[in-house]
């Protein structure tokens, strides 16, 4: 079965870094598009960013040029490096895996950034 198990969230100030991580397990890895969604209280879900499996990349709007995604197949991992932290990027974040209208998600990882 698909398993997805983030790491990698933490506290960190205003202005700083952080690299998230994502083990995936129990699927092709490689053909499957991978996505990181974040979701702060009392908001909704929201898509962060998406990397194909062709290796294609989109992003929100309000993490352009800040955050960067990228996979790794040989280890079955996706990456999220969030740079220029700002305290609205305070949100538990999720990884997904998504192929043939199939979503699955991890656990999610806390990500808090203090002003």
């Known amino acids: 079965q698909v398993q997805l198990v983030e790491s990698g969230g933490g506290l960190v100030q205003s202005g700083g870094s952080l690299r998230l991580s994502c083990e995936a397990s129990g699927f092709t890895f490689s053909s499957y598009a991978m996505m990181w969604y974040r979701q702060a209280p009392g908001k909704q879900r929201e898509l962060v960013a998406l990397i194909t499996s062709g290796g294609r990349t989109n992003y929100a709007d309000s993490v352009k040029d800040r955050f960067t995604i990228s996979r790794d197949n040989a280890e079955n991992r996706v990456y999220l490096q969030m740079n220029s932290l700002i305290p609205e990027d305070t949100a538990v974040y999720y990884c997904?895996?998504?192929?043939?209208?199939?979503?699955?998600w991890g656990q999610g990882t806390q990500v808090t950034v203090s002003s």
């Open positions: 997904a895996a998504s192929a043939g209208g199939r979503v699955d």
